[in-house]
């Protein structure tokens, strides 16, 4: 089974692309196969609600979403890690979640992919709950199945992340329950 990594930090190399690279690295131990998305390298301009995709099975936006759509629809679980931007996911996240409304419109194809989430911010308390809780909305939007970390929402963590132990356990927590379920599902 599949799982995508997606990171939606502008910045290369930084806390989020990190951390998407390590909880893939838990997974890949586990057996499962995965696959990245980092926004850091990807320009994907924002939905401009022109229609089309509910008529026909197409973005007309030629841009780098065009691969994330094959790369969503092949996954079995999707793991969203966000930079908290004034409380919430960054734009550039945003902006990929709203063009996926594709998926919706063409027959809910991410529909019972397992998805969760993580959040890391500047602050302790900077709004990684919230950030988590935007990105669940996109899921259960999408009708998958949103898991948390077993006991909470999934990873929340504190910049720089890699040292923030009590964080780094939610986010490996987290990614042993997308491991867990997806067993359960096979
Ligand atoms: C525009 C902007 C807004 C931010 N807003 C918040 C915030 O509301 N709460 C918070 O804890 N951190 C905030 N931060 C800090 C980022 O969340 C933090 O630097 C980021 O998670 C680091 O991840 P990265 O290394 O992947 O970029 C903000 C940073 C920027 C650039």
């Given at each position: ?158 910049k720089p992340a890699a040292k923030d132990e009590e964080g780094m356990k939610t986010a490996i927590d987290t ?8 067993e359960m599902i096979a």
């Amino acid at each position: 089974m599949n799982i995508l990594g997606i990171s939606g930090s502008p910045n290369s190399g930084g806390n989020n692309d990190k951390l998407i690279e390590e909880i893939l690295r838990i997974a890949g131990e586990r057996g499962f196969k995965t696959d990245t998305v980092f926004i850091s390298s990807s320009k994907i301009d924002p939905c401009n609600a022109c229609g089309v995709c509910a008529k026909e099975d197409r973005c007309p936006i030629e841009d780098d979403m065009l691969p994330v759509y094959d790369k969503l629809e092949e996954a079995d679980a999707v793991v969203v890690s966000s930079p908290v931007y004034f409380g919430t996911m960054t734009a550039q996240l945003k902006a990929l979640c709203d063009r996926s409304v594709l998926h919706r419109r063409q027959g809910f194809r991410l529909k019972n992919k397992v998805g969760a989430a993580m959040a890391i911010g500047g602050s302790r308390n900077g709004g990684q709950e919230k950030t988590i809780q935007s990105i669940h909305e996109w899921m259960h939007i999408h009708g998958m199945i949103v898991v948390g970390d077993g006991g909470h929402f999934g990873g929340i963590l504190k910049k720089p992340a890699a040292k923030d132990e009590e964080g780094m356990k939610t986010a490996i927590d987290t990614i042993n329950k997308v491991c867990d379920v997806l067993e359960m599902i096979a």
